[in-house]
């Protein structure tokens, strides 16, 4: 099976832009979960998505949003990047949703914002 | 909310030397899951633990789940250079809240 991949791995985007993320989660996995990873905060969550519903969200700003498509694809956007936006954005699969379920995670997507 | 707190934060070990990380929390977890992430690469699954004292083995790697399941620990015995890597401990309730980690370097 092929793993969960992330377009574009690496992004440069000016303070004030905007940026979509896209993820492609596992043949039948049908929930995909979105992190946020930064030296200074960790791994944090940001929403997790199943069956086109955002079934949870992490304590970011209204700018993050995301969305799921029917074939389970996921994408993020951030609107009005702020320089403290600049972090390793992580998506991760799994079978289902809200429960011990094993995620398996993209290789990332690298934004910088200048 | 559910905080999960991990140490040490670092730790630097001789190649050959055993190394533990633990994760903490203030309140029960119904269970525990384990990441490794490689330098420059992402979170890899390694097990999860859901019963009270449960012990589970993968080679040199020993995961516990505390009586109290209010904690955890990983244990790898005889460390290999290919063990470098931050090891994340983290509890998925509703969604997945990662423990601070512990940054594992191995010197041959």
């Known amino acids: 099976k092929a793993g969960v991949t992330q377009t574009p791995r690496y992004l440069i985007k000016t303070r004030g832009q905007q940026v979509t993320l896209s993820c492609s989660p596992i043949?039948?996995?049908?929930?995909v979960s979105w992190y946020q990873q930064t030296p200074g905060q960790g791994l944090q969550f940001l929403f997790e998505?199943?069956?086109?519903?955002?079934?949870n969200k992490g304590n970011f700003p209204g700018r993050f949003s995301g969305r799921q498509f029917s074939n389970s694809r996921s994408e993020m956007n951030v609107s009005t990047l702020e320089l403290g936006d600049s972090a390793l954005y992580l998506c991760?699969?799994?079978?289902?949703?809200?429960?011990?379920?094993?995620?398996?995670f993209g290789p990332g997507t690298r934004l910088t914002v200048t | 909310g559910q905080q999960v707190m991990q140490i040490p934060q670092y730790q630097h070990v001789q190649e050959g030397e055993d190394f533990t990380t633990y994760c903490n929390s203030s309140?029960?977890?119904?269970?525990i899951q384990w990441y490794k992430q490689r330098p420059g690469g992402h979170p890899v699954f390694l097990i999860q633990l859901v019963k009270s004292g449960e012990v589970k083995k993968q080679k040199r790697l020993t995961f516990q789940f505390g009586e109290a399941k209010k904690n955890s620990s990983l244990h790898i015995t005889a460390t290999q250079t290919t063990d470098v890597g931050t090891y994340f401990c983290?509890?998925?309730?509703?969604?997945?809240?990662f423990g601070t980690g512990t940054r594992l370097q191995v010197f041959p």
């Open positions: 043949s039948g996995h049908r929930s």
């Open positions: 983290a509890v998925n309730t509703d969604k997945l809240i």
């Open positions: 991760a699969s799994s079978l289902w949703w809200g429960g011990p379920y094993e995620q398996y």
């Open positions: 998505y199943f069956s086109e519903t955002q079934r």
């Open positions: 309140t029960t977890l119904s269970n």
